[in-house]
């Protein structure tokens, strides 16, 4: 049967948003404007108010749960349930890129990425600081509009991007690198988007959206940076 939430009597599907669910059974959902901590038997342990609504992107790193939202990132301490808010500010260069954070990915060496609609974002956490990573507008392999809407990383570090609407890319030691798996035709309309991927057995799964419909991508990351 479907878990009730028993706080608001009602089932999980009926408004709240399931954000992440826990090895012990607790749940992090989203309803409205307000997070919450959710036991294995349906009571509520803690809530969190935000600015904002979730937009994409829940993930754990440094023992600290990230969130992306429509107004920068959350970081939710795991040793005192503290929530702390990194808002786009754009007078500070180290802040959030921009409001609209739409994927997290921690990487093999904890680092934290953040793809947003104005780039990807790693945070320096000895410094506490972001650092900006864009493609340049005059890169070889042809434009970008800097629109990130998924993340995933390889073995040897490389960050992967699916860039709307110029599909996948690939940046590692500095260098950025477009990946020809779409017809010419496709690149630059803005229909074109990678919204979900990831990484196993050095094999890159995504889906695409282009024109309203939606299929599935495979590609072998090891042949393809041949």
């Not at 030691?173 to 074109?192: M, Q, S």
């Amino acid at each position: 049967s479907e878990k009730t939430i028993k706080a608001y009597n009602e089932p999980l599907s009926t408004s709240f948003r399931p954000m992440m669910l826990f090895k012990n059974g607790e749940m992090l959902l989203m309803k409205e404007q307000t997070m919450y901590l959710i036991s294995a038997d349906g009571d509520t342990i803690r809530k969190w108010p935000l600015t904002t609504t979730y937009r994409g992107g829940t993930i754990f790193n440094a023992n600290d749960l990230w969130i992306g939202s429509h107004d920068g990132l959350y970081n939710l301490q795991t040793s005192d349930t503290t929530l702390h808010h990194l808002p786009f500010k754009s007078s500070d260069i180290h802040s959030v890129p921009m409001a609209f954070v739409n994927c997290l990915l921690s990487d093999h060496q904890k680092n934290l990425w953040i793809g947003t609609f104005g780039g990807i974002s790693k945070i320096d956490f000895g410094k506490n600081k972001f650092r900006l990573i864009r493609i340049p507008s005059d890169h070889p392999d042809g434009n970008s509009s800097n629109r990130i809407r998924s993340l995933a990383t390889d073995r040897q570090g490389g960050c992967w991007m699916g860039v709307e609407p110029f599909g996948l890319w690939r940046y590692y030691k500095g260098v950025f690198k477009r990946y020809d798996y779409f017809p010419k035709e496709l690149i630059g309309k803005k229909t074109l988007g990678i919204r979900r991927m990831f990484i196993l057995d050095d094999t890159l799964y995504f889906n695409v959206w282009y024109d309203g419909f939606k299929k599935a991508g495979i590609l072998d990351i090891l042949e393809g940076r041949k």
